[in-house]
């Protein structure tokens, strides 16, 4: 959700960086930079594009990080 802090929004902005060298800053704080572009891995993924980190997505980011 806009405007969610904590280590877990760190964690998602790190794993972005990672994979799309996106140069996102590593605040903890999820914003609309952070938000479009986890709509736009959704989209790119099959998963429906809301912004919000549920339990498909969820499962999809840690699959991927594994990689």
Same mark, same amino acid.
């Given at each position: 959700?806009? !405007?969610?802090?904590?280590?877990? %929004?760190?964690? &998602?902005?790190? /794993? &972005?960086?990672?994979? /799309?060298?996106?140069?996102? =800053? %590593?605040? !903890?704080?999820? !914003?609309?930079?952070?938000?479009? %572009?986890?709509?736009?891995?959704?989209?790119?993924?099959? &998963?429906?594009?809301?912004? &919000?980190?549920?339990?498909?997505?969820?499962?999809?980011?840690? =699959?991927?990080?594994?990689?």
């Amino acid at each position: 959700i806009n !405007g969610s802090m904590g280590e877990a %929004v760190n964690d &998602l902005q790190r /794993f &972005l960086n990672y994979k /799309f060298n996106l140069g996102l =800053a %590593v605040d !903890g704080a999820l !914003g609309p930079k952070t938000i479009s %572009v986890i709509k736009q891995w959704q989209m790119d993924n099959g &998963l429906t594009p809301d912004g &919000l980190i549920g339990a498909k997505t969820k499962a999809l980011i840690n =699959a991927s990080a594994g990689e």
